[in-house]
């Protein structure tokens, strides 16, 4: 007796790769409303955020004032964020009174135990700089 092929094998393997692809995609977007590797909206900063910048603040301080601007204030304007192997922050702070060169923007990394780490640093930008991608300290 002869056995007829099974016309179906091809396309329950091309469904089951299908699935992965599409479950792989959906995961990729779902954790933290984007895509791994891409940049957030600008949004403006809230308690987490400005607790992250607190973190890093002694650090920012030394390297703004290391590079001849003072610090007299430290507030967290607004940020962007990426997934990477944890989440970068890029942090809009005002350190000073000056509306031309009174902000920076810090690049904290925060690993997924929740430590943060000063990683990046932009001095002399003012409130309508949007942020943008702040290399890392070489």
Same mark, same amino acid.
């Given at each position: 007796?002869k056995?007829? *092929?099974?016309?179906?094998? *091809?396309?329950?393997?091309?469904?089951?790769?299908?699935?992965?692809?599409?479950?792989?995609?959906?995961?990729?977007?779902?954790? +933290?409303?984007?895509?791994?590797?891409?940049?957030s909206?600008?949004? *403006?900063?809230?308690?987490?955020?400005?607790g992250?910048?607190?973190?890093?603040?002694?650090?920012i301080?030394?390297?703004?004032?290391?590079?001849?601007?003072?610090?007299?204030?430290?507030?967290?304007?607004?940020?962007?964020?990426?997934l990477?192997?944890?989440?970068?922050?890029?942090?809009?702070?005002?350190?000073?009174?000056?509306?031309?060169?009174?902000?920076v923007? +810090?690049?904290?990394?925060?690993?997924?135990?929740?430590n943060?780490?000063?990683?990046?640093?932009?001095?002399?930008?003012?409130?309508?700089? *949007?942020?943008?991608?702040?290399e890392?300290?070489?």
């Amino acid at each position: 007796m002869k056995t007829l *092929p099974n016309l179906h094998e *091809p396309y329950t393997a091309c469904r089951g790769l299908l699935a992965i692809v599409l479950l792989t995609f959906i995961a990729s977007t779902a954790v +933290a409303g984007k895509l791994v590797g891409g940049q957030s909206e600008t949004q *403006p900063a809230d308690d987490k955020v400005e607790g992250i910048a607190k973190k890093v603040q002694s650090a920012i301080t030394q390297r703004v004032e290391a590079d001849n601007y003072a610090v007299t204030q430290y507030t967290a304007i607004s940020y962007r964020t990426q997934l990477v192997n944890g989440i970068n922050y890029f942090i809009k702070i005002r350190v000073n009174d000056d509306p031309s060169t009174g902000y920076v923007h +810090a690049r904290v990394f925060q690993s997924f135990g929740g430590n943060s780490e000063l990683v990046g640093l932009e001095t002399g930008h003012s409130l309508e700089d *949007p942020i943008g991608f702040v290399e890392t300290f070489l």
